[in-house]
């Protein structure tokens, strides 16, 4: 059949058509420089986007080593920094290796798509981040999505796989409500299947644990032999990037294997220069960490939620798609920015407001956050 005058993109019209009806359009917003309204949007979980001494770390590495890696890090992009730096992020979570990526994302469809394959077992969580949804994809390994938080249905995959690998995967911190994973009950299950277990820790990085070492060395499990840890520099670190962290056997296997790492560029100088400047800054104010879930449990506070946050995420569900782009924007109109979260990022009738709290935050950003969120969410509540 001849489709002669037909735009081969003529069908975007009616998919618009339909996301517009459903509430779900998005657009893009051009951030200011200096922000004139509380940002509570933000993964900047720690504030140190813009700490003097990140900032200069960022512009010392930038001087020195130029803009750009200029390659992939097996050709040229691999620097002193990248792996001074690696040295010192391995050192304070506790693990024996690691290697930076781009980003988190590519971190995770690295370490997934390197470590399994065709007759492996990849087993995931049914809520874990877009990056792990899309490595299980590529992998090519018979994937097992569970429910939330279920240790019961992991334990009955391993108990009934044929492969003779696994894989389980999770967060530690689950992005869009902060609920915490039960990592020591996932680490006995694989451990008596022998499965590895791999937990991203991009929302548990620089909040969980002391100091901030993570929700795995809080629980026991830096440093375990079957425990792989993947994280970003872009929230707690207030850079860009990230890292997979284990045992030096996998980092060798992973520049030899993960394609998001050896066919992509290198990390540009100044995102490590800024992470390693962070890591420093962290490791003297461990008082960061509880700083930060301090400010989250005066934020769920405020927005009436009982239960005390695990994390800096506060999760405020609206259920309709529209009341929450709504209040939303009522925020911003009262000078606090909110994050808005719909389908698909959240399951269908779970539309939510999700709140960040920041370690630096202050007693009169509180006030504000106080009035305005009060008077939002007493209005679409009423």
């Not at 517009?20 to 917003?29: D, H, I, K, T, Y």
Request: charged content about 20%.
């Amino acid at each position: 059949m001849t489709r002669t005058g037909l735009s081969p993109l003529a069908w975007l019209a009616d998919v618009e058509k339909r996301r517009r009806a459903e509430g779900l359009r998005r657009s893009l917003r051009v951030r200011p420089p200096v922000g004139t309204e509380l940002d509570l949007a933000s993964n900047d979980y720690l504030g140190l986007s813009q700490h003097p001494a990140v900032l200069d770390g960022g512009v010392q590495a930038l001087r020195t080593w130029g803009a750009g890696a200029g390659g992939s890090r097996l050709v040229t992009g691999n620097t002193e920094l990248h792996e001074e730096f690696e040295s010192a992020l391995a050192g304070f979570v506790g693990a024996e290796s690691a290697l930076v990526f781009s980003s988190g994302y590519t971190a995770n469809l690295g370490a997934v798509t390197a470590l399994t394959g065709p007759g492996a077992l990849l087993v995931s969580d049914a809520l874990t981040h877009a990056s792990i949804v899309d490595a299980c994809r590529l992998s090519r390994a018979r994937v097992e999505v569970t429910p939330h938080l279920d240790v019961a249905a992991v334990e009955r995959v391993l108990a009934t796989r044929s492969e003779e690998r696994a894989v389980v995967v999770t967060e530690s911190v689950f992005s869009t409500d902060g609920v915490l994973a039960p990592l020591r009950e996932l680490h006995e299950v694989c451990r008596r299947f022998g499965a590895l277990l791999m937990v991203d820790e991009a929302h548990g990085l620089g909040v969980r644990g002391a100091g901030g070492q993570g929700l795995l060395h809080e629980v026991g499990l830096a440093g375990t032999p079957d425990v792989i840890m993947t994280t970003t520099l872009s929230k707690a670190l207030g850079s860009q990037g990230g890292a997979v962290l284990g045992p030096a056997a996998v980092r060798a296997h992973l520049i030899d294997t993960a394609r998001s790492f050896i066919f992509d560029t290198g990390l540009a100088p100044a995102a490590v220069g800024a992470a390693s400047a962070a890591l420093q800054v962290l490791i003297a104010q461990p008082e960061l960490a509880t700083a930060v879930l301090a400010r989250a449990a005066e934020l769920a506070q405020i927005c009436g939620i009982d239960e005390v946050p695990t994390s800096a995420v506060v999760s405020v569900i609206l259920g309709d798609p529209d009341v929450s782009v709504g209040a939303a924007a009522a925020c911003l109109e009262g000078g606090v920015r909110v994050g808005c979260f719909r389908p698909p990022t959240v399951p269908a009738g779970t539309s939510r407001l999700r709140l960040t709290a920041r370690a630096s935050l202050s007693d009169e950003e509180m006030v504000l956050a106080r009035q305005v969120l009060t008077d939002v969410l007493g209005a679409v509540r009423s």
